[in-house]
């Protein structure tokens, strides 16, 4: 089989995408269900096209403009990238400006610390 019958043309990629809090157990679920259970996870904060809020605190006014998100990075080597985006953006679908956005980077290498397996085996 050459590289080109591999999904992802035989190359590691790495799916990362900035959804709402919220999103994160259907996100979990719909990765499952095709095949890409492994993520990482991180809280972040950021702003794109969500309009800033206007809030008080002790009287005062204050403009909140980086809001609360969730980093979901999943590498793939077996599963095509595009069936993992599609999951994610299905699932994190709101239809709301925030929902937010999904990038597919590719991954020069990788090495898997307990085993000391490289490349495609260590995903």
Known sequence: ?????????????????????????????????????????????????????????????YTVDLHQKVKVECIVAEIPAEDVVDAIADAAHTGEKGDGKVFILPVESAVQVRTGKTGRDAV
């Open 1 to 61: 089989m050459s590289d080109t019958d591999l999904p992802n043309d035989g190359g590691i990629k790495l799916v990362m995408a900035i959804i709402r809090p919220d999103k994160l157990a259907d996100v979990k679920t719909a990765l499952a269900e095709v095949g890409a259970p492994s993520l990482t996870v991180s809280n972040v904060s950021g702003r794109g096209s969500q309009p800033a809020k206007k809030s008080q605190w002790r009287g005062e006014e």
